[in-house]
């Protein structure tokens, strides 16, 4: 893989340059997009060209933008056949700041059908016969691949942190609202967050503090060992061996690294909130494709048209008490949270599943893309068949690079291995 953050550091110092860059990832798309399919559409000569012209803290780096987040330069199809061919005005807004900041828009990134549950074709690195999970499958893939250091994607339910999960690289979904989702191709606005893709925590913080504008990195500090607070089993969300072992191997690892580890327990109002993020995600989502649903039915898969009908069931009323729910859940979730710096819990019930069918479950990441926080996937363990297996850190909404910080200290303290 590709550390956004390396590079730019050789790039600025002139230990590298854009063309020898270029060239490497050229030969890389080369010898494995065909299996990989990461790409809906990539255009690297036009990268390399905007790459030459660019100023700013991203120093020319290629960025990978998943296919229902607008981009002028490419068509835009948001994952259906509706939109085929679709090339928007301009550019979404983290877009434009992105390139502002001196990305080069390599290309546009698989998604699954308007970022929900019907698959495309792309594949996971690691083992091609394995889902990369979605709804972000081609950014996490791709950045697993080597084909680009970073990569945007978003989050709804888990579509960050689970496919950054299975495909073993850094998933980071900031607080809601600290990027922009002007331009993005809404399933549900009280959810749909925007999150990027990279090698490791350093990398993606560093992205990510270039498109807030906030302080975000964590590369240049000498972090001391965070209060981690492990989720008691939660009854909607079960972890299989493999990963129950990971989550016990990076618990391990952490107390022997001096980070104080203690069990949470989650008041009941969770379990409430955990149902409310369906009711919430699909009335929206009802009525965020109204238009598609009304001009072109037909062009809608089975799964997402059934959960578009029962969204259309569920009455406003109902709607207002789960966001009153989720209203309560947040509080609450401030009051679980005051005894330490992070929560941890698996990214996911385990590997990325065998087959193409099914991106895998988001049962341990929908609540707390309800909750608004920070949440990153932290890399580093694997099954036995080299499968990886991420784990979750959840933080306050705001509190970003002390979630980041937690991150990057567990990251390391997971790749020492002891």
């Known amino acids: ?176 609202g600290h990027l922009p989702t002007v331009g993005l191709k809404y399933f549900s606005w009280t959810l749909d967050t925007l999150g990027l893709f990279g090698k490791g925590i350093a990398d993606v913080a560093f992205a990510g503090s270039v498109l807030s504008a906030r302080d975000w990195r964590v590369d240049a500090m000498v972090s001391l060992p965070p209060r981690i607070g492990v989720v008691d089993p939660q009854p909607w969300a079960q972890a299989d061996d493999d990963m129950q072992g990971a989550l016990d191997t990076a618990i391990a690892r952490a107390g022997r690294a001096g980070a104080a580890v203690s069990r949470v327990s989650l008041p009941p109002v969770f379990r409430e909130a955990f149902a409310a993020h369906q009711t919430i995600q699909d009335f929206e989502a009802t009525r965020a494709l109204a238009a598609e649903v009304d001009t072109a039915p037909e062009l809608i898969s089975p799964i997402l048209m059934k959960t578009l009908e029962e969204g259309a069931l569920i009455e406003p009323a109902a709607y207002d008490a789960a966001q009153e729910v989720a209203r309560q859940a947040r509080h609450a979730f401030a009051e679980v949270i005051t005894q330490v710096d992070v929560l941890m819990m698996p990214s996911a019930p385990g590997a990325a599943p065998a087959g193409l069918a099914s991106t895998g479950s988001s049962v341990f990441n929908r609540l707390w893309t309800l909750m608004g926080g920070p949440s990153v996937n932290v890399p580093g363990l694997a099954t036995a068949g080299g499968l990886p297996l991420g784990i979750q850190l959840i933080g306050l909404h705001g509190r970003d690079r002390a979630t980041l910080l937690a991150a990057r200290w567990l990251e390391e303290c997971l790749a020492k291995g002891t």
Do not use: W
């Not at 065909?34 to 020319?60: I, N, T, W, Y």
């Open 1 to 176: 893989m590709l550390s956004a953050l390396d590079l730019a550091r050789s790039l600025d110092a002139g230990t590298l340059t854009i063309d020898a860059l270029y060239d490497e990832i050229a030969a890389r798309i080369a010898g494995q997009e065909a299996v990989v399919q990461a790409f809906v559409q990539h255009d690297l000569e036009a990268a390399r060209r905007a790459a030459h012209a660019a100023r700013g803290p991203l120093m020319g780096l290629p960025l990978a933008v998943k296919d229902n987040i607008d981009t002028a330069g490419f068509p835009t199809s948001y994952g259906s056949p509706i939109h085929a061919g679709h090339r928007p005005a301009v550019d979404a807004a983290v877009v434009a700041l992105a390139k502002r900041a001196g990305a080069a828009i390599l290309g546009k990134t698989v998604t699954t059908e308007f970022a929900f549950f019907q698959p495309g074709p792309t594949r996971n690195p690691h083992n091609p016969e394995h889902t990369p999970g979605g709804s972000s499958s081609g950014s996490a893939a791709g950045v697993a691949a080597g084909f680009f250091p970073l990569a945007l994607g978003t989050q709804t339910g888990g579509s960050v942190v689970r496919p950054a999960s299975f495909c073993g690289v850094a998933g980071f979904k900031p607080s809601f």
